[in-house]
């Protein structure tokens, strides 16, 4: 081999080397997380099994949980708590963000259905998004990651049982034993805001886009915000503070009343069916709602 072609190969080697260094974070592979919680919640089903748990695999789940979703980045030890309690996590980029995530979910169908938790990988989350009812206030889980997009530093909650399962035990929103539950209280306890997506029929409250409500807490500003951001899109806006919005205020909450008592916010936001199914109203409804979170402050 002449010194020229030594050259040209010590070269090409060296290239190789730095192109594998370069890539390495790229080997964690793109996840569209909108696509993928969808998928997820389209699993659930109201006749699956479900029970909610023991006191001390909820000690156990809030142990790899709490740190995965505060910016925790040790997920090998997250992996080794989380998957005897039937949790896969998977680590990945958003595939719109790219922004790098740590996922952990039970499996739809399997009786310990405990949700789907997402962390920005690394961040201290700002917020917490909550989806209490997956493919039974449809589309809730889309508007709920796609505010995850928009809002860097937020831990996404989603219940890993439809709310109709074991006879509505598995409905997170009322029962304060469920693991969402125990998760979302303790990420108040942390002092983080929640948001809580619903939908409802558009007949049960006709004229009406979006009911904004504190549940069973005080409003604040950041109540108004959202409202004030919603209705400057032309969408009916009912504020749960001023008027009565057809029982759908979310007053019987427990994640808002784990809220109130410790003087947390939780906004209960409760979404038509309209807005919810169109692609172009849930991004203008999601937008709304990011710019009154990221306005607001803490
Ligand atoms: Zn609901």
């Not at 995965?68 to 989380?82: C, M, W, Y």
């Not at 928009?150 to 997170?172: E, K, T, Y």
């Not at 558009?202 to 009406?208: A, E, I, M």
């Not at 409760?270 to 979170?293: F, K, N, T, Y």
Request: proline share 6%; hydrophobic share 40%.
């Amino acid at each position: 081999m002449s010194a020229r072609n030594l050259l040209v190969t010590a070269l090409g080697l060296t290239c190789v080397a730095v192109l594998a260094v370069i890539n390495i974070p790229d080997r964690l592979p793109k996840l569209d997380l909108v696509e993928r919680a969808s998928q997820f919640a389209g699993a659930l089903e109201a006749n699956a099994p479900y029970r909610p748990p023991t006191v001390r695999e909820g000690e156990n789940a809030l142990s790899g949980l709490i740190p995965l979703l505060t910016g925790g980045k040790d997920t090998q030890s997250e992996v080794k708590t989380l998957t005897p309690l039937g949790f896969t996590v998977t680590e990945g980029r958003d595939a719109t963000t790219d922004r790098r995530f740590v996922m952990a979910a039970t499996e739809p169908g399997d009786e310990r259905g405990w949700g789907m938790y997402i962390a920005d990988y690394g961040a201290t989350p700002k917020q917490v998004i909550e989806v209490p009812h997956p493919n039974f206030d449809l589309d809730t889980e889309q508007i709920g990651v796609q505010l995850y997009r928009a809002l860097p530093g937020s831990a996404v909650l989603v219940a890993g049982a439809h709310r109709r399962a074991a006879n509505g035990l598995a409905d997170v929103a009322h029962n304060a034993n469920s693991l969402f539950n125990q998760v979302a209280t303790a990420l108040a306890r942390k002092g983080l805001p929640q948001v809580q997506l619903h939908g409802f029929d558009d007949k049960s409250l006709p004229g009406t886009g979006v009911v904004v409500s504190g549940g069973s807490t005080p409003h604040t500003q950041l109540h108004v915000q959202i409202a004030d951001r919603i209705e400057a899109d032309g969408t009916v806006v009912c504020r749960a503070w001023q008027q009565s919005c057809g029982n759908l205020e979310g007053t019987t909450n427990v994640q808002g009343q784990a809220a109130d008592s410790m003087g947390t916010v939780f906004a209960h936001i409760e979404s038509d069916g309209s807005i919810r199914s169109d692609p172009v109203l849930r991004a203008r409804l999601v937008a709304a709602l990011a710019a009154a979170l990221s306005s607001s402050g803490p």
